[in-house]
């Protein structure tokens, strides 16, 4: 899909410079949203058609991560998916995990500390070489929040193959403008409601086979049974095969929003997306006199720069005491235009 064909899939308005705290939703979704609000209102119509979408939703998010979507599992919250893997490690595990890592995959790590659990945070540049015997788990993001810095997850993996580690990757701020796969990662979880632009409440995560294995359903309840409809009543548990065992009971409406906004984003080719938000993002990067980089989010400290935005209506953020600001799909050059605009008095 050409630049042209997706212009007006949007309805954002100028200055919105803040997709990594929430996504906007393409008109594709709101609409469909907005159907099943009507038809919840009136009471038009069972949950069934409803939750079609989260089956297209898990069918269309496992192929943008190139996995099976046996191996993909739903919920609302990544710090939730990530219960049964931390359940699962033994006495003693030691995690490692970046000194800036969001704690919904920090705290699930943490909470085991009366175990023996044990969470060890480096800078994100030392990640690597601190992959060494002892290691039981890397958790870290493909996309650091605060920062917006990339991790080089090939190299992750083969070093964490290296000592038997297993890789758990929070992909929220990668999946939907930035490529990224499955090969030698044992979890990958994103929630949706950023870069997948979807209603917040709609999580998928990624469990290698292997690690399946290793963990239990702690929170299965009947949307994880292999009858769904049979389910409902009584002691007798039959949990689906594969990944869906994991299942929680999904927010029916942030699903209907998000299957059309991963099927969109499928049709238009994240190799696109990554090019229209990295082409933007490295201009702002170049107006702030900072080197290009791979990355859609550009952060940097400029005393003054909230203000600034605010006066001028630039709709960003501050995370770790940095100006935060994140181009999508929808972001324009003239936004970038308005940011620059905005902070020329600043710049010096």
């Known amino acids: 899909m ?5 212009a007006g899939l949007w309805d954002a308005e100028a200055g919105w410079l803040n997709t990594a705290s929430y996504g906007l939703p393409p008109r594709v979704a709101w609409e469909a949203l907005q159907a099943a609000l009507s038809d919840w209102r009136v009471g038009a119509t069972s949950w069934e058609p409803w939750d079609e979408s989260t089956t297209r939703a898990r069918a269309a998010f496992a192929r943008l991560i190139g996995a099976d979507a046996a191996d993909v599992f739903v919920g609302s919250t990544v710090s939730a998916a990530l ?3 931390a359940a699962a490690l033994p006495d003693g595990a030691r995690v490692l995990t970046d000194d800036v890592e969001f ?6 790590w943490q909470v085991h500390a009366d175990r ?33 810095a990339v991790l080089d997850l090939a190299k992750v993996v083969a070093a964490s193959k290296e000592i038997g580690a297993l890789v758990v990757i929070d992909a929220t701020q990668a999946v939907g403008w930035h490529p990224i ?18 209603p917040r409440g709609a999580t998928f995560g990624y469990l290698s086979p292997r690690l399946q294995e290793r963990c239990r ?3 299965a309840g009947w949307y994880a049974a292999r009858d769904v409809h049979g389910s409902y009543y009584g002691t007798s548990m039959d949990l689906a095969p594969g990944a869906r065992r994991f299942d929680q009971s999904p927010a029916w409406f942030s699903f209907v929003g998000a299957a059309p906004a991963l099927e969109l984003i499928e049709q238009i080719g994240v190799s696109t997306i990554n090019r229209h938000n990295l082409a933007l993002a ?10 290009p980089s791979n990355s859609a989010i550009v952060s940097t400290s400029l005393p003054g720069a909230e203000e600034a935005f605010a006066a001028a209506g630039i709709r960003a953020a501050v995370r770790g005491g940095k100006l935060r600001a994140s181009f999508h799909i929808y972001s324009t050059q003239d936004d970038v235009h308005r940011a620059l605009d905005a902070l020329k008095p600043l710049l010096h």
């Open 2 to 6: 050409e630049s042209a064909e997706w």
């Open 103 to 108: 704690t919904s995959n920090v705290f699930p």
């Open 282 to 291: 490295n201009e702002f990067r170049d107006g702030l006199g900072l080197a």
């Open 83 to 85: 219960v049964p893997i």
């Open 181 to 198: 796969g499955v090969a030698g990662v044992d979890a990958l979880i994103s929630h949706s409601y950023k870069w997948l632009m979807s």
């Open 217 to 219: 359903p702690g929170a």
């Open 116 to 148: 023996g659990v044990d969470v060890i945070a480096v800078p994100g540049d030392d990640v690597l070489a601190a992959i060494r015997p002892g290691v039981d788990l890397v958790a870290v993001s493909a996309v650091q929040s605060s920062t917006g």
